[in-house]
């Protein structure tokens, strides 16, 4: 397989942006590749500027559900360009994806769109804080809830609960007011909460998270989160951008049926342009801009290009049985795979929720915390990875990161993909 064009590409991008890239992940550093340049994408498939063709599982890292370029979409996003592309004004396009999601989700009465999922999480924890009255927040570690200052933390050394900033540029003064708890663990979370509980904004989580390996929680876990914070008047946010519309389309609070108290979007819900959005109830709501003292806005928020594309997106996933025949999909390609790892004894599985994968070379049954997660064998996913461009599959290029199955797929690519995992895992374990 030829890569002459993307390596030429990669050469240029380097003397333009740091790492040639605008987003660090894409830099195939952890892959110890280069970077491959995609062309363009139809349903289930991607080619590179050297015409070569993949069955992707990246789909954008989430947002492309349907796949690429569903006509649905397509058709959405034309009849708002034939109009023009941003007005700075309220448009019908916002109402039309606002109404489609409130109508459908039990768990939110208002929404506020914003242009990514960093946005929507950085505004969801000011909002928490300005209702609250208080300025520590929790997080776990193993999740990731984009760059923002506050959430950029991981735990600290021994005792200490609160957290030290995990980038450069982070003041120490905004780390110590994030606390970093492990994953399903109710214990620990008791033992922080009787010291400091009624100091602390919000809790928040992905409820499946899927951002460094996927670490699903037992339910009870969850549950007991959404008592806690009754208890102690916190509010519990549910970091959805990668569950919201993936599991279901109420995400991760239909499925697991617990209210959190504001849940954050992005990646789907914006039909593959940049949407983010967070939303709760009236009462939480009422305290945003220009209804409350909580200051939200953006130049481009609800662009109407965008919110068309969201809502053509939707508009598919709000039919009936859209994500059971989704999870059939995947399963059937997982189970495929983890069949034949069985019988020939190899140490990987893949795990999977909904249409949501991870590749976990591990003997564990499970693995729920970010601890559990063995670095050293991140490099058997590289020698999975570069197996599988070359036999025309494109995952993420990093073994911490989950696959997507899109509706996109078909029968004869999730055959083709079940084939080069199986000849990739023959080769790298042989
Ligand atoms: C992707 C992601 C984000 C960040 O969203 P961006 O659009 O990349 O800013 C935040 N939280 C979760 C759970 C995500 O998966």
């Not at 954008?60 to 397509?74: A, K, N, Y």
């Not at 509980?197 to 959404?226: H, T």
């Not at 914070?229 to 509010?235: F, M, Q, R, S, T």
Request: glycine share 10%; net charge negative.
């Amino acid at each position: 397989m030829k890569r002459t064009q993307s390596n030429k590409l990669y050469e240029e991008a380097k003397q333009l942006f740091p790492g040639g890239v605008n987003s660090p992940v894409r830099a195939f550093r952890s892959v110890k590749g280069s970077p491959i340049f995609m062309e363009r994408g139809e349903n289930a498939h991607i080619w590179d500027e050297d015409g070569n063709k993949y069955i992707d599982y990246c789909c954008s890292w989430g947002p492309l559900i349907l796949g690429h370029r569903h006509p649905t979409v397509m058709a959405k996003i034309n009849e708002v360009l034939a109009k023009g592309t941003t007005f700075g004004t309220p448009t019908k396009y916002g109402i039309d994806l606002g109404e489609l999601i409130i109508s459908n989700n039990r768990f939110i009465d208002k929404i506020r769109f914003v242009s990514s999922g960093t946005e929507a999480v950085m505004s969801a924890i000011r909002l928490a804080r300005g209702f609250t009255k208080r300025d520590k927040i929790i997080k776990f570690d193993g999740c990731y809830h984009g760059h923002v200052d506050h959430l950029l933390v991981k735990a600290g050394s021994g005792l200490a609960t609160f957290g030290t900033s995990s980038s450069a540029g982070v003041p120490e003064a905004f780390a110590e007011k994030t606390l970093v708890l492990p994953l399903n663990n109710p214990e620990k979370l008791s033992e922080v909460l009787e010291k400091e509980g009624d100091e602390i904004a919000c809790i928040i989580i992905e409820p499946i998270p899927a951002n460094n390996g996927l670490l699903l929680q037992d339910k009870s876990f969850l549950e007991c989160l959404r008592l806690k914070c009754y208890k102690y008047g916190i509010l519990l946010i549910f970091d959805e951008v990668i569950s919201g519309f993936r599991v279901g389309f109420e995400g991760a609070a239909g499925y697991y049926n617990i209210k959190p108290d504001i849940i954050t979007y992005g990646k789907i819900i914006g039909g593959g342009m940049p949407v983010g959005a967070f939303g709760a109830s009236n009462e939480i709501m009422s305290h945003v801009a220009p209804d409350g003292p909580v200051y939200q806005a953006g130049t481009l928020s609800a662009n109407p290009v965008a919110m068309a594309a969201g809502y053509g997106q939707l508009s598919e996933l709000a039919k009936d049985s859209f994500y059971d025949i989704l999870e059939e999909k995947t399963t059937y390609l997982v189970d495929k795979i983890n069949t034949h790892c069985i019988k020939n004894n190899y140490q990987v599985k893949l795990f999977n929720v909904a249409s949501i994968f991870w590749i976990a070379f591990t003997e564990a049954k499970k693995v729920q915390a970010a601890n559990e997660i063995d670095g050293e064998k991140m490099s058997y996913f590289a020698l999975l990875h570069e197996f599988l461009l070359e036999n025309g599959v494109y995952l993420g290029p990093s073994g911490y990161e989950v696959g997507f199955v899109s509706a996109a797929h078909t029968q004869e690519d999730l055959d083709n993909t079940a084939e080069a995992f199986c000849a990739g895992f023959d080769k790298i374990f042989s």
